[in-house]
């Protein structure tokens, strides 16, 4: 099945993109990379006799594979061109998908909204609150570390102190 796999993603590989990486993956499927389009399409086996399942995602900022967006189960006995409709059409929603729409704005009505939560900066310069103090040794991690200094202390008297030099 691999080798029915890999010879599959070479044909759409050059067919989709002339820039690419095509490589096995761990689950025994393969993997087209684009990185100059930042998009992954993956050919892994469903376990039928000449189908695979095809998905399409994104490749992020530090080179690592977001989760697959888009996912279909392909028949690999359709041609080459078949093949590579479906994964311009995965790869239209992947990129559909990655684009930030034009959100709703902020309503008047109140309605469900998300709401960002204000830096640290902007909670400390706001009127009427005191800034926070920044993190430091408190009074109990002093003590413990008394305790601690204390108990040593007497251990070491107790080994070294009873014996004359």
Known sequence: MYVQL???ADE???VL?????VYRERGGGVVIRGEHVRRWISLG????????????GRILDGGTTAPARTE???????????????CRRLLADVAAAAEPGPGPGPSRAGGPEKRER???AARAARPG???RRERHTGPGSWFVLLCVAAVLGVWLYGV?????Y
Do not use: S
């Open 72 to 86: 279909v189960v392909v028949d690999l006995t359709a041609g080459t061109a078949e093949l590579a409709a479906v």
């Open 160 to 164: 070294f102190g009873t014996y004359p």
């Open 118 to 120: 204000p830096g640290r």
């Open 17 to 21: 993109w002339r820039e690419h990486t």
């Open 6 to 8: 890999r010879e599959t």
């Open 45 to 56: 086996p469903t376990g039928g006799k000449d189908r695979a399942l095809l998905r399409a």
């Open 12 to 14: 759409l590989a050059g």
């Open 129 to 131: 609150r005191r800034p």
